[in-house]
């Protein structure tokens, strides 16, 4: 089921990094490490052929049929035998191809397991070169690079087409928006749209700067994603609930008009204090699903952004 909301905006569940010592994979923020033992995959049938799974990190859309399973994106490296047993209750196929969204390891974390297990990851050529050679986080601490096994096996900057399952699997590159390595993967014949976290149906948006991503880069992106969405395409968000046009719309258009209202106190000097304490956001905190991803947090990266050099 589609949910409608008035507006819908983005949300972090922001947890630790990579857990296992052999999975360091980047990560936006760093959190306490959930206990995996308690969580559970929620799987959701959307056709015969296409699911999604909920559990501790991105969403994950799976698509079975007789050439195999495709996955996009994977969680978290302790998840992968519970998320291999959720997909065993709806396809008996082997698991042959995983898509990377982008390249935080809440999405990322399952890589090295899944390619152990056989799949051919695909990815950004920036997402694998940032798990090879990782950014420095929020505190400059630069982690350590993802395993061998964990890297990409065939990378992209232009769209490529994956025809399997009789399906038309579309991997359209999204620039410098929640990172330089995002991918909007467009499922034609189940009309749904995996878009990572570039859009997140929970709290407030937030790009990775330390990643390459960029507000500009952002709405370009919720802007493809409205252009290719029809009335009824399911937007699969990296995280929170399905959602349609409507509400991608309506989180671009909440970036523009804070972005609207910031500039003219940048252009007067205003310190990230200063526009903090004007309260651009005081129209929206009440209907925005609260989370980690703050309103302070929206504010503080959006002014980063507009107080860069043009």
């Given at each position: 089921?589609?949910?409608?909301?008035?507006?819908?905006?983005?949300?972090?569940?922001?947890?630790?990094?990579?857990?296992?010592?052999?999975?360091?994979?980047?990560?936006?923020?760093?959190?306490?490490?959930?206990?995996?033992?308690?969580?559970?995959?929620?799987?959701?049938?959307?056709?015969?052929?296409?699911?999604?799974?909920?559990?501790?990190?991105?969403?994950?859309?799976?698509?079975?049929?007789?050439?195999?399973?495709?996955?996009?994106?994977?969680?978290?490296?302790?998840?992968?035998?519970?998320?291999?047993?959720?997909?065993?209750?709806?396809?008996?196929?082997?698991?042959?191809?995983?898509?990377?969204?982008?390249?935080?390891?809440?999405?990322?974390?399952?890589?090295?397991?899944?390619?152990?297990?056989?799949?051919?990851?695909?990815?950004?050529?920036?997402?694998?070169?940032?798990?090879?050679?990782?950014?420095?986080?929020?505190?400059?601490?630069?982690?350590?690079?993802?395993?061998?096994?964990?890297?990409?096996?065939?990378?992209?900057?232009?769209?490529?087409?994956?025809?399997i399952n009789g399906e038309d699997v579309q991997l359209i590159p999204i620039r410098a928006a929640h990172t330089d390595g995002d991918t909007l993967i467009r499922f034609p014949k189940q009309d749904a749209l995996a878009v990572g976290d570039y859009y997140r149906a929970l709290g407030y948006p937030r790009v990775d700067l330390q990643n390459g991503g960029s507000l500009e880069g952002l709405l370009a992106g919720l802007g493809e994603t409205i252009g290719r969405a029809g009335p009824k395409t399911k937007i699969i968000p990296?995280?929170?609930?399905?959602?349609?046009?409507?509400?991608?719309?309506?989180?671009?258009?909440?970036?523009?008009?804070?972005?609207?209202?910031?500039?003219?106190?940048?252009?007067?000097?205003?310190?990230?204090?200063?526009?903090?304490?004007?309260?651009?956001?005081?129209?929206?905190?009440?209907?925005?699903?609260?989370?980690?991803?703050?309103?302070?947090?929206?504010?503080?990266?959006?002014?980063?952004?507009?107080?860069?050099?043009?």
């Amino acid at each position: 089921m589609i949910r409608k909301f008035p507006w819908l905006g983005v949300a972090a569940m922001w947890v630790a990094g990579a857990v296992q010592a052999a999975q360091p994979l980047p990560q936006v923020e760093r959190g306490p490490i959930p206990d995996y033992s308690k969580v559970e995959i929620k799987t959701t049938r959307h056709s015969d052929n296409f699911f999604t799974l909920e559990g501790q990190g991105g969403t994950i859309s799976v698509l079975t049929g007789p050439d195999g399973v495709l996955l996009v994106d994977g969680q978290f490296a302790p998840l992968t035998e519970k998320i291999v047993a959720a997909i065993r209750k709806v396809s008996d196929q082997p698991i042959r191809f995983l898509v990377n969204t982008h390249v935080h390891g809440d999405h990322t974390g399952g890589n090295e397991n899944f390619a152990k297990l056989g799949a051919l990851i695909f990815s950004r050529d920036q997402l694998r070169l940032r798990l090879a050679n990782p950014s420095p986080g929020p505190t400059g601490q630069v982690p350590p690079a993802a395993p061998a096994k964990a890297l990409p096996v065939v990378t992209y900057d232009g769209p490529v087409t994956l025809h399997i399952n009789g399906e038309d699997v579309q991997l359209i590159p999204i620039r410098a928006a929640h990172t330089d390595g995002d991918t909007l993967i467009r499922f034609p014949k189940q009309d749904a749209l995996a878009v990572g976290d570039y859009y997140r149906a929970l709290g407030y948006p937030r790009v990775d700067l330390q990643n390459g991503g960029s507000l500009e880069g952002l709405l370009a992106g919720l802007g493809e994603t409205i252009g290719r969405a029809g009335p009824k395409t399911k937007i699969i968000p990296g995280h929170g609930v399905i959602v349609d046009r409507n509400a991608v719309i309506a989180q671009r258009d909440l970036v523009l008009a804070t972005r609207d209202r910031m500039l003219p106190l940048v252009a007067q000097g205003q310190t990230v204090e200063q526009v903090l304490a004007a309260h651009l956001t005081a129209d929206t905190e009440a209907t925005v699903p609260q989370g980690p991803q703050t309103a302070e947090q929206f504010i503080r990266w959006l002014y980063a952004e507009l107080k860069k050099p043009q």
